[in-house]
């Protein structure tokens, strides 16, 4: 969806920054640029068309304003929204929260055997990511490969894609960021091509990125590699 206006991402706000003015009926995203957590709820946002609804704060997570703890949200983690005077956090609450009380295109589909898989897709995104990640100190990329070839298979459940529902929903919004990441750090450390033997990923991959709404949260490839370097460095 796309509201026809680019939308001006604001700086973000590290610990020389003073704080927005909280719990003041304004509905905002505590998000970071590079989260790929932050980055499914900021999808969200964006595809059902709230960006005048939902104003983003990013917050610079190498030098954190000591205000969001304090004075946000404790647990000092991103995303994190602020609604009626509430504050909650976790990616995937939040990406059903927003479904579930903010107007704009549904993100899941009426089908009650769609929905289950939904939940069910959504249940394994801990595990898939701890597969992929357990391969970047492995010899071997079994175990990824594994969790790559769930994906593929999920992906052809319904034979109505090229989203896992037949049309763009949460699932696929849960799993576009970390795709985004571990296709290319994969390809560059482990030399090892995600969508090969995976049309279905393959064609996945291509569609998602035509989504506005995914496709300005995006990183540049190359970034987001450098930055896995640098994290799992003790892993390689």
């Not at 304090?70 to 009626?84: A, D, F, I, R, T």
């Not at 919004?173 to 750090?185: G, K, S, V």
């Amino acid at each position: 969806m796309s509201s026809g206006v680019k939308e001006v991402l604001p700086p973000a706000l590290d610990s020389s920054s003073e704080p927005p003015a909280i719990f003041d009926g304004t509905t905002k995203l505590y998000i970071s640029y590079t989260c790929p957590y932050a980055q499914r709820v900021w999808i969200t946002r964006n595809y059902k068309g709230l960006q005048d609804k939902i104003k983003l704060i990013p917050n610079d997570l190498q030098n954190r304003p000591a205000w969001y703890k304090e004075k946000v949200y404790p647990p000092n983690k991103v995303p994190s929204l602020e609604h009626n005077n509430e504050v909650k956090g976790e990616s995937l609450d939040l990406i059903k929260y927003l479904e579930g009380n903010f107007e704009g295109p549904s993100l899941l589909p009426d089908d009650p055997a769609k929905r289950e898989f939904a939940e069910e897709l959504l249940s394994y995104t801990n595990s898939f990511n701890q597969a992929v990640v357990s391969s970047f100190k492995a010899d071997s990329i079994s175990e990824a490969g594994a969790a790559f070839d769930y994906l593929e298979n999920a992906l052809g459940k319904f034979g109505d894609g090229p989203f896992v529902l037949g049309t763009f929903s949460l699932v696929d919004i849960a799993y576009a960021p970390f795709i985004e990441r571990y296709q290319p750090f994969l390809l560059d450390v482990k030399k090892y091509d995600i969508t090969v033997g995976r049309p279905k990923l393959a064609a996945w991959i291509q569609e998602i990125n035509k989504i506005e709404a995914y496709e300005v949260t995006k990183r540049d490839p190359k970034e987001l590699a450098e930055a896995f370097k640098r994290r799992f460095s003790s892993r390689l």
